[in-house]
């Protein structure tokens, strides 16, 4: 698990939960191009509201039926292995905000123990 410790990027893929591509959640196709792609992992953060890029706000309410929230997609590994997800899977992405940034893995540790 030490090469994925050190200088690696963070990238963050902000979509909405009703976002699909060809028919299957934006975020779910996201998800398993990053593990056919043998990146680090990918995680999946549901925000509770957002402004999004035709500044309406998105917030979960009681009275609605259907909640339009915003999503974060994170992924952490090499640039170069980043830089290729994003030129295999850009295509998927048609509004959103996509940014990468610098970030320093300290601990990625398995468990020795399988679960049960």
């Known amino acids: 698990m030490k090469r994925y410790l050190g200088k690696k990027k963070l990238l963050r893929i902000y979509v909405d939960n009703t976002d699909l591509y060809k028919g299957e959640p934006l975020w779910q196709k996201l998800i398993e191009k990053a593990k056919d792609s043998g990146l680090a992992g990918a995680t999946v953060f549901k925000a509770v509201a957002g402004v999004g890029v035709h500044t309406q706000i998105h917030t979960s309410s ?26 295999n899977n850009d295509i998927m992405i048609g509004e959103g905000l996509v940014t990468l940034t610098d970030v320093e893995v300290l601990r990625y540790k398995k468990s020795s123990k399988e679960p049960q």
């Open 62 to 87: 009681i009275w609605s039926l259907a909640q339009k929230l915003p999503l974060i997609i994170e992924i952490i590994d090499d640039e170069d292995k980043i830089m290729q997800f994003l030129k």
